[in-house]
């Protein structure tokens, strides 16, 4: 079983995650690591993101990390909240506030489109990757469904019915940006576990 340190303060993506990955890995939590402090997270795109949260950690343990930095882009918003989706409406990592204020600054819209963006930053060995993960759709008018978390209520992903929110979590995995991102993760990593053990 791989080890691997998830550079993530995200319980919700670390179990989205775990799921998808299955049991070839064992996740290491930032807490395991001793890292307790908020990771920085201030480069004006997701990809700069994800690779300074990768590197945080990598410099402090030396040990192969990831890290998942996401966006919900709306396009008549400008692409917003994008890079800026978990402090779009306060400093912290309000979920209830951004969707009100997502659903507050959509009122009388009527292009809905949106994309969410995942991009994986991996160092393994001591070389950087990155993997994306996108997912078309449309904010909705109201939230609906419990399930996932962030804005998962205001978003139903191209082709489908309902919010990733009122889905089974293995359905959003199957077709989430954060599915694609970490399918790409695997199958890289499975590809160069083959080629190490040559
Ligand atoms: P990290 O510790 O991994 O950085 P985070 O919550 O700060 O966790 P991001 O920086 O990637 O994560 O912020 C993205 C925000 O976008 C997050 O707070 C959620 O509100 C939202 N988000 C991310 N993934 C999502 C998903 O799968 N469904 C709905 N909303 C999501």
Redesign the pocket.
Known sequence: MRKIVFA???AH?ME?VAAMLGNEYRLVTLRECGITEE?P?NEPTIEG?ALQ?ARYVHERTGADCF??????EVDALGGAPGVH??RYATDG?D?EA?MRLLLRNMEGKSDRRAR?R?VIALILDGEEYVFEGVVEGRITEQPAGDH?????PV?VPEGETET?AEMAPERKNAI???GRAVRRFADFMRLYDARTEE
Do not use: C, P, Q, V
């Open positions: 993530t303060n995200n993506k989205e990771i997270e993101n949260k890290a998942d930095d996401t966006g919900l989706s978990a990592h979920f951004n969410f995942t996932g978390f962030g804005y998962d978003f990733f989430s940006h954060r």
